[in-house]
């Protein structure tokens, strides 16, 4: 299959899809839990195989359509459940990222019959990554560690953390998490520190699945089984602006986050394959640009040639003898 049609773009939207009638139900054992049936996996791939095109689209030049689907093939029990329009969906704006569901910097999640793209810190950082920044820290300070923050203190003295030995479990529960990025000119940036309170506060006031997980006296959201990874992603959200550099791809990325917390489609917030290409050529005119005012350019432009002073000649006597006397 080609690329999308606008009717199918409007059902992925509206999650208006219906279950094709060659994917099967998931299965499920005596406790619920999903299990993997590779028949089921293997009509769920080819079904997915179905928009290759779309996909090689999405994708950026370093990363195949094989190496993002066998990140998918791990997820096959999840995406049974869901529908396919939420599943499209999903994978579309993970792709179009540049992200790899993979657990580390994306993750593909089932919300009731509904899937989502979440991406995780280390995919911000990897975006991040394509401009100015050289490098981002992301740490953990836990109750028996050593941490100073004076935000108004000179870079480079402003954070001390002195992890305390030991186990993780010894080092006590996790109180605080911060995150700084280093740019590719040596300098670092400010640094965000979020403690438990305030991740408690960004939980409960943008994830719609964990209000509706807390209604229904669930707790199989994802920040109930993983809250410190989103509490460092929280972290890691607020660092743009304390960077220099061009932000729209990681606008766009926190705008299909955010759309993912809310329930709605997400893949149109990510950049289509012409305009992805079109931010990444202005990006790079833009470094370009920059590092010519940093470096003045040779002076190539020659001097213009200069007529030399000549001392003014005598008349010959013949032109003196053809002058008329005065009379």
């Not at 791939?45 to 950026?60: G, V």
Request: net charge positive; proline share 6%.
């Amino acid at each position: 299959m080609g690329r999308l049609s606008l009717k199918e773009k409007v059902m992925v939207a509206t999650g208006a899809a219906t279950r094709p009638a060659d994917v099967p139900e998931q299965v499920a054992d005596l406790k619920g839990h999903e299990q993997v049936n590779p028949p089921m996996n293997q009509r769920v791939m080819e079904w997915l195989e179905r928009y290759n095109t779309e996909f090689d689209d999405a994708l950026p030049a370093h990363i195949s359509r094989a190496a993002f689907f066998a990140a998918v093939r791990s997820l096959l029990p999840t995406l049974a459940r869901c529908t396919p329009a939420s599943t499209l969906d999903a994978l579309l704006a993970c792709a179009r990222f540049g992200l790899v569901p993979d657990g580390r910097h994306a993750v593909i999640v089932r919300e009731g019959q509904m899937a989502r793209f979440i991406p995780m810190a280390q995919g911000y950082v990897d975006l991040m990554c394509r401009g100015e920044v050289q490098s981002v820290v992301v740490e953990v300070v836990r109750e028996n560690d050593h941490f100073q923050w004076v935000p108004t203190a000179p870079l480079g003295e402003d954070l001390v953390h002195v992890p305390a030995r030991g186990m993780k479990s010894e080092r006590g529960e996790a109180t605080r998490v911060y995150a700084f990025a280093w740019f590719r000119n040596g300098q670092r940036s400010r640094a965000v520190v979020l403690d438990r309170e305030e991740a408690e506060e960004i939980r409960d006031e943008h994830s719609r699945a964990y209000r509706e997980a807390v209604a229904e006296g669930r707790e199989d959201s994802y920040w109930h089984r993983y809250f410190l990874q989103m509490w460092m992603k929280s972290a890691v959200r607020r660092l743009p602006k304390y960077v220099r550099m061009s932000t729209e791809l990681l606008t766009a990325l926190m705008a299909a986050d955010d759309a993912g917390e809310a329930g709605e489609a997400q893949s149109f917030h990510a950049p289509d394959p012409e305009t992805a290409r079109l931010l990444a050529e202005a990006e790079a005119a833009a470094r370009a640009a920059e590092a010519s005012q940093d470096t003045p350019a040779p002076t190539t432009t020659r001097r213009l040639p200069v007529k030399r002073w000549q001392p003014r000649r005598k008349p010959s006597r013949r032109a003196r003898r053809g002058r008329k006397q005065p009379a």
